[in-house]
């Protein structure tokens, strides 16, 4: 990582911050809260405020253990809130159906956000971006017994794969998420943050999602950071971190702290 040089300073401004909408009664950290579509578009429409430039939308919880939502529940929950939405800011649509991301970008979203990594002949098909994510296994199992044998190889050679995919489809636009949470222990989604200069190395804009989850809590001293609520510093911490490593996009439930961050680094540059 190449903390503190000016090269990390200069990468650090062109960063995207991710503002995170979760139309949903159970994701694991704001389930429930912006359930209700007026709730979920004022939300976004405060998290662009706060400036955010990509708002993404979803309407399927992929926590841990999370059931799956039928399609026509979760186009009834999203396709407003990406038509509200797309007006203010750039929408992507956090689906891991191909009929909800093909309605979405109808409605205006312009960002495939595929945290099955298998989405991006669908992005090409509708001439939207992609976000191809590493996971080992569906929510229902991933977090049961997340084995590698060397995590941040595979992880890479994963991503790796979803560029060739994407130059075979025709995607336009492409950015690589490594998946923290997603089947992997602490030790794994460390050892992926450290090595994060490794993923930005494969060359395609890299997409950090650490917002709130629970490794987060796992290192905090007892009792600090039980609450996903509760780990918007350690988020925080994180984030900078994976922006000095060449992060490009970050998404977070908190757009604020982060914005301030980013206007820090850019007086620091004047
Ligand atoms: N994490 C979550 C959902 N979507 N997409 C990408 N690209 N990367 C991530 O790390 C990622 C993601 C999980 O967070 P959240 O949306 O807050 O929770 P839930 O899935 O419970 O709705």
Redesign the pocket.
């Known amino acids: 990582m190449r903390f503190g040089s000016s090269t990390g300073r200069e990468d650090a401004m062109r960063v995207a911050v991710m503002g ?1 909408v ?1 139309v ?1 009664p ?6 429930g809260r912006y359930f209700e579509r007026e709730a979920a578009i004022a939300h976004g429409l405060e998290l662009v405020s706060e400036g955010a430039t990509i708002v ?1 939308v ?1 309407g ?4 841990p253990g ?1 059931l799956e939502v039928p399609e026509d529940e979760e186009l009834r929950r999203v396709i407003p809130v990406v038509e509200a939405l797309s007006g203010a800011a750039r929408v992507s649509i ?1 689906t891991r159906k191909p009929a909800v991301a093909r309605a979405a970008v109808r409605a205006g979203a312009t960002i495939v ?3 099955t990594g298998q989405l991006g002949p669908v992005a090409a098909d509708c001439g939207a971006a992609w ?1 191809a ?1 590493h996971s080992q296994g569906d ?1 229902q199992t991933m977090q049961l017994a997340p084995r590698y044998t060397d995590v941040v190889g595979e992880v890479a050679g994963y991503l790796e794969e979803r560029l060739e995919i994407a130059a075979r489809y025709g995607v336009g636009e492409v950015y690589l ?1 490594p ?4 089947g992997k222990t602490v030790e794994h989604n460390l050892q992926l943050l450290a090595n994060l200069d490794r993923i930005v190395s494969l060359g395609a804009p890299v ?7 629970s490794f987060l809590a796992q290192l905090s001293p007892a009792g600090r950071a039980g609450a996903p609520l509760d780990r918007e510093d350690q988020t925080l911490g994180a984030n900078i971190l994976a922006i000095m490593a060449g992060a490009r996009v970050v ?1 977070v ?1 908190e757009v604020r702290p982060l914005r301030q961050f980013l206007g820090l680094l850019e007086a620091m540059r004047k």
Do not use: C
């Open positions: 995170i979760n949903t159970d994701s694991f950290s704001d389930g993404d979803g399927e919880s992929t926590r999370a956090d956000n595929d945290v976000v994510m929510p998420d998946g923290i949470g997603f997409l950090i999602g650490l917002s709130r989850k998404r439930h």
